[in-house]
T-cell receptor, first 113, second 112 residues
Framework: NAGVTQTPKFQVLKTGQSMTLQCAQDMNHEYMSWYRQDPGMGLRLIHYSVGAGITDQGEVPNGYNVSRSTTEDFPLRLLSAAPSQTSVYFC????????????FGPGTRLTVT | QQPVQSPQAVILREGEDAVINCSSSKALYSVHWYRQKHGEAPVFLMILLKGGEQKGHEKISASFNEKKQQSSLYLTASQLSYSGTYFCGTDLFYNQGGKLIFGQGTELSVKP
């Protein structure tokens, strides 16, 4: 099993550009989440999903869109990149009840200039 | 709504003990603990559920005081491999399925 994979590993965008961060898991997990990590801020939840076709907002959803058409994939779209979106982005999938243990992908380091 | 962790950073010598605390202003259903090494992804350590027992993982254990809305992570006889940043994640409701709110992290450094 590859676990949770994320592409790309690094990305540089110009302000106003759009892009999609890819996330895939091969563990048949129903639950998936996107987090951003900034120095001193910990991990902040952007969007999450409890199954194909079901998504919901987290703490910091503005500027990001998600969709979940399959169990395996959970892409995160930046609509119009801003310097404030410079961060490390982690995707995670969860094993579900009772522990909801989350497996994190390796992360995508995004810089917006 | 973000839980507050203390201390923010701690430096230990090998073999020493440490306690990391996580406090919430809201009633909690569960508390999750993760460790992240520099440049890597967070890794799950344990979860404590409301009404559950204290958990243990090797020489790392944790408790959950539901009334005080607090959890503590205990690291005993620390090893070099324990170095990293520890995060608590809180879950307000049953069956949120990964909708965790994380604290800001506690950086732990273990020196030889």
């Amino acid at each position: 099993n590859a676990g949770v994979t994320q592409t790309p590993k690094f990305q540089v965008l110009k302000t106003g550009q759009s892009m999609t961060l890819q996330c895939a898991q091969d563990m048949n997990h129903e639950y998936m989440s996107w987090y951003r990590q900034d120095p001193g801020m910990g991990l902040r939840l952007i969007h999450y999903s409890v199954g194909a076709g079901i998504t919901d907002q987290g703490e910091v959803p503005n500027g990001y869109n998600v969709s979940r058409s399959t169990t395996e994939d959970f892409p995160l779209r930046l609509l119009s990149a801003a310097p404030s979106q410079t961060s490390v982005y982690f995707c995670a999938s969860s094993i579900g009840p009772p522990t909801y243990e989350q497996y994190f992908g390796p992360g995508t380091r995004l810089t917006v200039t | 709504q973000q839980p507050v962790q203390s201390p923010q950073a701690v430096i230990l010598r090998e073999g020493e003990d440490a306690v990391i605390n996580c406090s919430s202003s809201k009633a909690l259903y569960s508390v999750h603990w993760y460790r992240q090494k520099h440049g890597e992804a967070p890794v799950f350590l344990m979860i404590l559920l409301k009404g559950g027992e204290q958990k243990g993982h090797e020489k790392i254990s944790a408790s959950f005081n539901e009334k005080k809305q607090q959890s503590s992570l205990y690291l005993t006889a620390s090893q070099l491999s324990y170095s990293g940043t520890y995060f608590c994640g809180t879950d307000l409701f049953y069956n949120q399925g990964g909708k965790l709110i994380f604290g800001q992290g506690t950086e732990l450094s273990v020196k030889p």
